[in-house]
């Protein structure tokens, strides 16, 4: 039986009303993860020399060395006069970090602001020359660190699993029984979050000074990892 005009037009306004709230109801909104503000973190450092031989060995006798093999001391200056023996290079450490992100940090770029704490590697000479220096002790090191840093992210809601990467530099103060000094450094890294929790990877170039006994330098190369709880 066909429909009459009348009601031909009351099942079109009927379709037009109902059809947006079919379609809104079949609109699927992906859930967004919750901005973080803060990061701390507890660290594991492994550290490597960077020109030992140059910085601090070569600062500390006053000229350029080389080093040796086959014998019971590593370096020696290029006359022979003077030989350093390393009797500890300590290459394992411990530090924290808190990380926060003014502008939070769940999608995209956004900037980071790092201070940690960090122990430096104990590092033990003996030196037989000519010169007024026949030992030398770095113990009980730290480094109070600061940075500024990218950092750019692409977290998951809820307990699903993120990423992040980041690049920052920075500068720091040198705390140790034989003297307090400074460095400057650059890091570098990246990791994995799921939820509030994480682990991070990173690799710090970091030029450190200090002036006593001597004026002298060393560059350290810890790589860490760091497990993060973010809020």
Same mark, same amino acid.
């Given at each position: 039986? #066909?429909?009459?005009?009348?009601?031909?037009?009351?099942?079109?306004?009927?379709?037009? !009303?109902?059809? #947006?709230?079919?379609?809104?109801?079949?609109?699927?909104?992906?859930?967004?993860?919750?901005?973080?503000?803060?990061?701390? !973190?507890?660290?594991?450092?492994?550290?490597?020399?960077?020109?030992?031989? &140059?910085?601090? +060995?070569?600062?500390? $006798?006053?000229?350029?060395?080389?080093?040796?093999?086959?014998?019971?001391?590593?370096?020696?200056?290029?006359?022979?006069?003077?030989?350093? %023996? +390393?009797?500890?290079?300590?290459?394992?450490?411990?530090?924290?970090?808190?990380?926060?992100?003014?502008?939070?940090?769940?999608?995209?770029?956004?900037?980071?602001?790092?201070?940690?704490?960090?122990?430096?590697?104990?590092?033990?000479?003996?030196?037989?020359?000519?010169? /007024?220096?026949? !030992?030398?002790?770095?113990?009980?090191?730290?480094?109070?660190?600061?940075?500024?840093?990218?950092? +750019?992210?692409?977290?998951?809601? %809820?307990?699903?699993? %993120? !990423?992040?990467?980041?690049?920052?530099?920075?500068?720091?103060?040198?705390?140790? &029984?034989?003297?307090?000094?400074?460095?400057?450094?650059?890091?570098? %890294?990246?990791?994995?979050? /799921?939820?509030?929790?994480? +682990?991070?990877?990173?690799?710090?170039?970091?030029?450190?000074?200090?002036?006593?006994?001597?004026?002298?330098?060393?560059?350290?190369?810890? $790589?860490?990892?760091?497990?993060?709880?973010?809020?």
């Amino acid at each position: 039986m #066909p429909l009459r005009k009348g009601q031909l037009i009351i099942t079109t306004f009927w379709l037009l !009303s109902v059809l #947006p709230s079919i379609a809104s109801a079949q609109t699927y909104t992906e859930p967004q993860p919750r901005r973080q503000f803060v990061t701390v !973190s507890y660290d594991w450092l492994y550290t490597n020399p960077l020109h030992f031989g &140059d910085h601090p +060995v070569g600062d500390l $006798v006053g000229g350029a060395v080389a080093s040796v093999r086959g014998k019971d001391y590593d370096y020696e200056t290029r006359d022979g006069a003077t030989r350093i %023996g +390393v009797d500890e290079f300590g290459r394992r450490g411990n530090g924290v970090g808190l990380t926060v992100y003014p502008f939070g940090l769940r999608t995209g770029a956004t900037l980071g602001l790092r201070g940690s704490v960090e122990q430096l590697p104990t590092i033990s000479l003996t030196i037989d020359g000519p010169g /007024s220096l026949d !030992s030398y002790a770095l113990t009980n090191a730290r480094a109070f660190d600061a940075s500024a840093g990218l950092f +750019v992210a692409d977290r998951s809601a %809820g307990w699903g699993v %993120g !990423s992040h990467a980041f690049i920052a530099g920075g500068i720091g103060r040198i705390r140790s &029984d034989l003297s307090d000094g400074r460095r400057y450094f650059a890091e570098a %890294g990246g990791g994995l979050t /799921s939820g509030p929790l994480g +682990v991070e990877l990173s690799v710090k170039f970091a030029w450190n000074r200090l002036p006593e006994p001597v004026e002298h330098r060393f560059m350290t190369v810890p $790589v860490t990892i760091r497990g993060t709880v973010s809020f």
